[in-house]
């Protein structure tokens, strides 16, 4: 009742704007999860909901996407939540996307994201750089923005079709729970807590 699988290589750890290796976002993907998926039996492939209730709003001219999350989504118990079960909103997915752009994780993933222009968020990690300050993830940005605790907001200063394949990776848009981050912060790489089906 036990299924082993191996890794060509070791992991390096499981925080996901701090990991590029396979191995480590293989662990990563069944354990954070984003709002949306491909469909593994869809040909040709297909994006479907995961952890929203349906496909997102999307402008006609594909600037503006509203994300809705369906209730009753819970985090992996962790003492980060202090004996409290922890629903998944909207506000996680906010959190998760601006960790990209903080300074100091140095996320290799940051291009994705600022290839796809979200307003405002280059212009606040710029301002973490030049003032060296720390990030600021409680500013408001007029393109990643929570609606209400079930949707959260995109805009973007041009149009980008393509931006939902980012909400189908783990890695980019796998939702973090900002107080497990800030509770072990010395080491978030050996405390990831999604969730997915499986825990570490």
Same mark, same amino acid.
């Not at 996307?97 to 290799?108: A, M």
């Not at 939702?175 to 981050?181: F, G, P, Q, Y």
């Not at 050996?190 to 570490?200: D, E, I, N, R, S």
């Given at each position: 009742?036990?299924?082993?699988?191996?890794?060509?290589?070791?992991?390096?750890?499981?925080?996901?704007?701090?990991?590029?290796?396979? +191995?480590?976002? @293989?662990?990563? =993907?069944?354990?954070?999860?984003p /709002?949306?998926? #491909? &469909?593994?039996?869809?040909?040709?492939a !297909?994006?479907?909901?995961?952890?929203?209730?349906?496909?997102?709003?999307?402008?006609?001219?594909?600037?503006r996407?509203?994300?809705?999350?369906?209730?009753?989504?819970?985090?992996?118990?962790?003492?980060?939540?202090?004996?409290?079960?922890r629903?998944?909103?909207?506000?996680?997915?906010?959190y998760?996307?601006?960790?990209?752009?903080?300074?100091?994780?140095?996320?290799?993933?940051?291009?994705?994201?600022?290839?796809?222009?979200?307003?405002?968020? +280059?212009?606040? @990690?710029q301002? =973490?750089?030049?003032?060296?300050? /720390?990030?600021? #993830? &409680?500013?408001?940005?007029?393109?990643? !923005?929570?609606?209400?605790?079930?949707?959260?907001?995109?805009?973007?200063?041009?149009?980008?079709?393509?931006l939902?394949?980012?909400?189908?990776?783990?890695t980019?848009?796998g939702?973090?729970?900002?107080?497990?981050?800030e509770r072990?912060?010395?080491?978030?790489q050996?405390?990831?807590?999604?969730?997915?089906?499986?825990?570490?």
């Open positions: 009742r036990t299924l082993r699988v191996a890794f060509n290589f070791a992991e390096t750890g499981f925080d996901p704007p701090r990991v590029g290796d396979q +191995s480590s976002i @293989r662990v990563i =993907a069944h354990i954070f999860e /709002p949306l998926a #491909y &469909d593994p039996l869809a040909r040709p !297909r994006l479907v909901p995961l952890v929203a209730t349906a496909m997102p709003e999307v402008s006609e001219e594909h600037r996407f509203v994300f809705t999350i369906r209730a009753g989504i819970f985090f992996a118990d962790d003492p980060a939540f202090e004996g409290r079960p629903e998944l909103v909207a506000q996680d997915f906010v998760t996307i601006k960790r990209f752009y903080d300074p100091e994780l140095r996320s290799e993933w940051l291009y994705q994201w600022e290839n796809a222009k979200i307003l405002g968020l +280059s212009e606040l @990690r301002r =973490a750089l030049v003032q060296k300050k /720390p990030f600021d #993830y &409680d500013a408001e940005v007029p393109g990643l !923005r929570t609606l209400d605790r079930r949707r959260f907001e995109v805009r973007l200063a041009d149009p980008a079709p393509r939902l394949a980012s909400f189908a990776s783990a980019l848009a939702a973090v729970a900002r107080e497990v981050v072990y912060k010395a080491d978030p050996a405390h990831p807590v999604g969730t997915g089906p499986f825990m570490l």
